[in-house]
């Protein structure tokens, strides 16, 4: 309780003290009655749409590829009647990317995006082809590329979370669907999916909230550029604190992000609440 104290309470509620009290910067920063200075602020700044809209395209497409792509792979693993041996050598070699550093993950990438070493641009050189290929520096591309870097590396996750789920479903009931003549793929959407339907739910509250916070990826990878059209909520706070050292400022973003966060986790809660 005292680390839990001391870790989380106390950041807590000290950027929230910060995001309605603190005002200017750096070392003039001071303390006023609490107003709404700082959230105003972060609504005037005319990027606070476009960084809001690319924080929801990165996590809400990364959640939705990480439970498709996760369940897609574990009900092949689950149903597909392969050896015991593969099964478990396949759950390590998938595990492979969700074990490797975000740092290491985020340089990996950015060498293999690279537009002169990159294993890809070489290969289209090599080609004769007049493509040239640099997604992070390219505005169009580069928070795509950001997004499905961080698929690689999470799905592995999901897919054992799901696969779990899959192996706790009671064979009777697809053993009982086959003798009433369902085909395979009524037997995934009316038992299946039906039947992991709150574990899904729950994966992809977390993941969207998780993601939506994610810093690491890409500050490494693009530094919310170029021309910040990678930018995403976490970056911003980073850039607000710590280089324009607006801490009130920075303050407000996060707790706009936590409000964020909080909404669509009480809708999910609440779909499970319905079932």
């Known amino acids: 309780m005292f680390f839990f104290t001391l870790l989380a309470i106390y950041p807590s509620f000290f950027v929230l003290f910060l995001s309605f009290f603190a005002h200017g910067k750096g ?7 609490p107003n709404l200075s700082n959230f105003i602020a972060v609504w005037k700044d005319p990027n606070f749409g476009k960084i809001l809209s690319q924080t929801l395209f990165y996590a809400g497409g990364a959640t939705i590829l990480h439970i498709l792509l996760g369940f897609t792979f574990a009900l092949l693993l689950n149903i597909l009647p392969l050896n015991p041996f593969f099964i478990r050598t396949m759950r390590t070699v998938f595990l492979i990317p969700w074990a490797i550093t975000p740092t290491v993950v985020a340089i990996l990438f950015r060498l293999i995006l690279h537009p002169q070493v990159g294993p890809i641009a070489i290969f289209l050189k090599s080609m004769g082809s007049p493509i040239m290929f640099g997604p992070l520096g390219q505005p169009a591309y580069a928070l795509l590329s950001v997004t499905l870097t961080n698929v690689w590396m999470f799905t592995p996750f999901y897919m054992l979370m799901i696969l779990s789920a899959l192996q706790a479903i009671d064979p009777g009931l697809y053993e009982a669907a086959v003798v009433d003549g369902a085909s395979g793929s009524q037997q995934v959407f009316f038992i299946t999916i039906p039947m992991i339907r709150n574990t899904l739910l729950t994966l992809g509250m977390f993941d969207f909230v ?3 916070a994610y810093f690491d990826l890409t500050w ?3 530094q ?4 910040r059209t990678s930018e995403i909520v976490p970056t911003w706070v980073y850039r607000t604190a710590f280089q324009s050292f607006e801490f009130g400022k920075a303050s407000a973003i996060g707790l706009i992000l936590f409000l964020i966060s909080v909404t ?5 809660l609440r779909a499970l609440d319905k079932e």
Not at 27 to 33: G, R
Not at 264 to 268: K, L, P, T, W
């Open 27 to 33: 070392a003039n920063i001071s303390v006023a009655l």
């Open 224 to 227: 919310g550029g170029p021309v």
């Open 264 to 268: 669509v986790s009480i809708i999910v």
């Open 220 to 222: 490494i990878m693009t």
């Open 210 to 212: 998780s993601t939506a």
